[in-house]
């Protein structure tokens, strides 16, 4: 057995410890380093670690580094199916090999005792100092530190390290991410003074009853602990009993800056005082109960891949907060340690996650899974260790957790009950043993809402073991994956917010996941699954984030911030008052500025402050609304009444006058009788009499008033000056990511039941053509009835559009019914039109300004917005249904073809877009998408939800459109 496939933890490296930030000297090795890459070990160049080893003919390579993203090798990306044979701890001969050599100077004033420490080298390295081997390392995203001191000499020094990208650690490693080998995060000479610290692990606990901290910080004998703001300064290995200090939450990170100190050596801490508990079946922190607002965050960068720059981590963590996320969860290893200090510093509760995945088993019925198998006991602990003594002493750590879908076994129990004994302030987790009985709380992933309703109530399915069962049931619970996002979606984030608040057990949980994983590519945009020639990958499922690879926000992200709103707003238009209901875990609304603004039809006619009240967390209090508003005479048009509740002052991360959330509800009564939103566009200001036009035969055509159909198929073809292209009904749309995959093997994903059923290829049958009384006479009507189905199927749909014509406005009464035996959902009912280039402008009256559709559609507000044809798409990465506008009253295109005026009754989605639904559908890449000489317009009366059956969760019944019989009527003008 080779020794990177020893399934052992390695060798040579010292015990771990905590990130200590040290007044000890140390000499950053990170830069440009000698690189050579073999195709295997065997043929990987022997005696590179010699000091007369020739490397001149070697590439130069940067470290930190994942040599892929630098041309060496490729990325290959897969979800669960390990890239070799299953054969544990065993890997194949092709194994690509990195050697790197690196030759320093060691500063003249250096002396004395000193570790090498590596942040992070995936998979597996053996590592020389001046020729001597100082050991072998595996456990990608953990640390290891090796003693050096007399292993360097003064002045020139060489370092070499062989880096495997597999080994028997590949096997623990099988995360959903791009397998991307390299030494990816820092490599640094650290000074280890003689009487210097060994290690501090701080403990500071927070009393909520009384306010007191408690304070004990471990390190080694003679150490001293100052923190000057709270006049402590005592020996180590000492509690201290605080009389009132201010807790720590992600709320309001309150920190104490505190030294630990030796006559050799001194470390600067940032202290929070905070207590995790589980009371009565809940998680606590300070004694109140915390629902979780969170994301699954892997570290990717589309440009570096593994190494992430330490600006990006703070501009990550700015996006969240703004966003309303309030947690992490490391999915799925322990990420750079830098992060950790920043959400101490910005406030967020973690989940921090051990190394640790075998989900490739899962294909083998678990099989020969390594979390079950003895000789993994000494690798799963020693992942278990260095991750837990790293960051114990981040406040913002308030769960470990053992992994991520590596099934059951001996070896995480063994995690578990050394992580319980080594530190007891903090709950454990693991999500793939339903049983729970080594952790302290139950997770599930991609649980349906009915089920966690059921848990909620704690009567989800029993255990077979009832002592088990009782223990489970008494526990908290976390999704710790839910709402799978990549590319438009997931739907439904609303609804489970609703079971988090009205169940304590229920407490929350991580969408996956925070980030697309898409890797730049030269020529412009972004490469996904199997675009590097991999045998096995996952394609698209690597894009299934709330953000962009380069951080700009998804529209759900929109949808994200409304669903977690901290403050929850409610206008009520007949009290006449405003509802606040402050949902913060611990905090008051003192920081917080309540604004308004009233606006009729859109356009904004009022606006203000209101007296924000300073509401407790988990209490409410009621508003009046603003006497100006209340003052305004009544208007005819629809009057809304918004409320925002926004920071008050300047934060650390974001400005005084951040929106953190709203309200809006529609407000007075009409003096006149209600119009419909077709009155509104359609009838003049004055009063007058209307003029209905009348049908006409004109050669090969019907006119009527400002359009003009075939007179075969009735479709209409110009519309005043204008050619059109008339899609009389559409059923199908460009299958989102969420359309296309199902987690469940025995049913069939929504694209391809679709496909099967022929949603994207109907066929037109034109039944009937007539005014009223014949063609060759004038009427004020022109129906057509259009039989419309697939091939190969009975199943149809009879449309019926009767089209009137007044003051030059052309409006379809469209009625639809099904016909024969529909086995499928429909993806939408809707009609297209085609129109001239020209129209390069959207105004429009309805939900905005971001896109709609019937399961994700909390972030909209109703308003006037304008925007360009251009800016209504969303450049996913993978090209899908996107952009829809909903509860659309009326709109507008305008542009050098023209001004074309839109209404519904009462509304309508609007889509518009300069390529066609299936255009759309066939591109693999935004750059596919070429704009036609046409601009695409589709009017949807209804269309199915987005849901997230990606990963199990079934969509909402309210939001399936199954085949159906349904009434709606559009206006153009």
Not at 259 to 286: C, K, Y
Not at 768 to 790: C, F, H, I, R
């Amino acid at each position: 057995m080779t020794y990177y496939e020893d399934p052992g933890p390695g060798y040579g490296a010292l015990p771990p410890r905590a990130a200590l930030r040290s007044d000890a000297s140390r000499l950053s090795l990170n830069g440009t380093w000698r690189f050579h890459l073999a195709d295997s070990v065997a043929t990987a160049p022997t005696g590179f670690e010699r000091d007369d080893f020739d490397d001149s003919a070697w590439d130069l390579l940067a470290v930190p580094s994942s040599w892929p993203m630098h041309g060496f090798g490729r990325p290959a990306y897969t979800n669960q199916p390990y890239p070799f044979p299953v054969d544990p701890p065993y890997v194949p001969d092709e194994n690509p090999t990195g050697d790197h050599r690196l030759e320093f100077e060691l500063p003249g004033w250096w002396h004395g005792p000193a570790v090498l420490r590596f942040d992070g080298i995936d998979s597996c390295a053996r590592i020389w100092l001046n020729g001597v081997e100082l050991g072998v390392v595996r456990g990608s995203r953990v640390p290891s530190e090796f003693d050096v001191g007399e292993h360097l000499r003064p002045g020139r020094n060489l370092l070499a390290v062989r880096v495997h990208q597999w080994s028997s650690g590949s096997y623990l490693e099988d995360q959903d991410m791009w397998w991307l080998p390299g030494i990816f995060r820092d490599v640094t000479l650290i000074a280890r003074p003689v009487g210097g610290l060994t290690d501090v692990f701080v403990h500071a606990d927070y009393d909520h009853l009384t306010g007191a901290g408690a304070l004990l910080v471990e390190a080694d004998p003679g150490a001293r602990v100052r923190i000057p703001e709270l006049g402590i300064e005592t020996e180590a290995g000492r509690q201290v009993m605080i009389p009132a200090v201010e807790p720590w939450s992600a709320e309001l990170p309150r920190l104490y800056d505190a030294v630990v100190a030796t006559d050799a050596e001194s470390v600067e801490l940032r202290i929070g005082f905070r207590t995790v508990a589980i009371e009565d079946g809940v998680l606590t922190v300070n004694g109140r109960r915390v629902l979780f607002h969170g994301v699954n965050r892997h570290e990717h960068d589309p440009v570096l891949g593994r190494v992430i720059p330490e600006h990006r981590l703070r501009q990550e963590l700015l996006v969240m907060k703004r966003h309303n996320i309030n947690a992490i969860r490391t999915s799925h290893y322990p990420p750079d340690s830098r992060l950790l200090a920043l959400c101490d510093e910005l406030g967020f509760w973690l989940m921090d996650e051990c190394d640790y995945e075998t989900h490739g088993f899962f294909l083998l019925d678990w099989r020969g899974n390594p979390a079950d198998d003895p000789s993994f006991e000494a690798a799963s602990l020693d992942r278990m260790r260095r991750l837990v003594e790293r960051d114990k002493n981040h406040p913002s750590v308030i769960m470990w957790s053992l992994g991520n879908e590596a099934g059951t076994g001996r070896n995480l129990d063994a995690m578990a009950a050394w992580t319980k004994q080594r530190d007891p302030s903090r709950p454990v987790h693991y999500e793939g043993d339903l049983s729970c009985a080594s952790v302290d709380v139950y997770s599930r992933m991609y649980a349906s809402h009915a089920e966690v309703d059921a848990i909620g109530r704690r009567a989800e399915e029993p255990l077979d073991d009832p002592v088990l069962d009782a223990r489970r049931r008494a526990m908290p619970f976390v999704l710790c994956e839910y709402s799978h996002a990549g590319g438009n979606g997931p739907g439904g984030l609303p609804e489970y917010e609703e079971l988090f608040h009205r169940y304590p057990r229920c407490q929350g949980g991580f969408l996956w996941e925070w980030m697309e994983h898409g890797i730049s590519r030269p020529g412009g945009g972004y490469a996904y699954g199997g675009e590097f020639g991999e045998e096995l990958h996952d394609g698209t499922y690597v894009l299934d984030g709330l953000v962009f690879p380069d951080l700009t926000p998804q529209p759900v992200l929109a949808e994200v911030r409304k669903a977690f709103e901290p403050v929850h707003l409610t206008v009520d238009p007949d009290a006449r008052k405003l509802r606040l209901a402050n949902r913060y875990d611990s905090a008051d609304t003192s920081n917080l500025a309540l604004q308004w603004e009233l606006a009729d039809d859109g356009v904004i006619v009022a606006r203000g402050v209101l007296d924000m009240p300073v509401v407790a967390a988990a209490t409410e209090a009621t508003v009046e609304w603003p006497k100006k508003a209340l003052d305004l005479p009544g208007s005819d048009a629809e009057r809304w009444l918004t409320v925002r509740a926004v920071l008050a002052a300047d934060t650390a991360w974001a400005p005084a006058g951040h929106e953190i959330a709203f309200g809006q509800a529609r407000v007075g009564v009409p003096p006149t009788a209600p119009r419909t939103a077709v009155d509104a566009a359609v009838r003049p200001a004055v009063d007058a009499a209307v003029r209905p036009a009348v049908a006409r035969r004109h050669g090969g055509a019907v006119e009527l008033g400002p359009g003009r159909f075939d007179a075969d198929t009735g479709r209409l073809v110009g519309l005043h000056e204008w050619d059109v292209d008339h899609v009389p009904l559409e059923l199908w749309r460009a299958p989102t990511q969420h359309d296309a995959r199902t987690w469940d093997a025995t049913t069939l994903d929504r694209k391809t039941r679709w496909a099967d059923a022929g949603l994207h290829r109907l066929r037109y049958r034109t039944v009937s053509l007539e005014k009223t009384v014949s063609l060759e006479q004038s009427a004020d009507e022109l129906t057509v009835v259009t039989k419309v189905g697939p091939a190969a199927v009975d199943a149809a749909v009879l449309t019926t559009y009767r089209w009137t014509s007044t003051d030059g406005r052309l409006t379809a009464a469209v009625e639809i019914e099904p016909v024969g035996r529909w086995t499928v959902p429909w993806a939408r009912v809707g009609v297209t039109l085609g129109l001239p280039a020209g129209f390069q402008d959207v105004t429009w009256f309805g939900l905005g300004p971001g896109p709609a559709y019937p399961d994700s559609r909390a972030a909209g507000r109703v308003g006037t917005y304008t925007a360009t044809v251009d800016d209504l798409q969303i450049p996913y990465l993978y090209p899908q249904e996107n952009g829809a506008r909903g509860d659309v009253r009326r709109a507008e295109l305008s542009g050098p073809a023209g001004r074309l005026e839109l209404a519904g009754d009462p509304v309508f989605s609007l889509t518009v877009r300069r390529w066609t639904i299936s255009e759309l559908a066939a591109a693999a890449h935004p750059e596919d998408l070429v704009p036609s000489d046409r601009v695409w317009l589709t009017l949807d009366a209804l269309q199915h939800g987005l849901g997230s059956p990606t990963s199990g969760a079934p969509i909402l019944p309210a939001h399936d459109l199954q085949p159906q019989a349904h009434r709606f009527t559009f206006t153009l003008g």
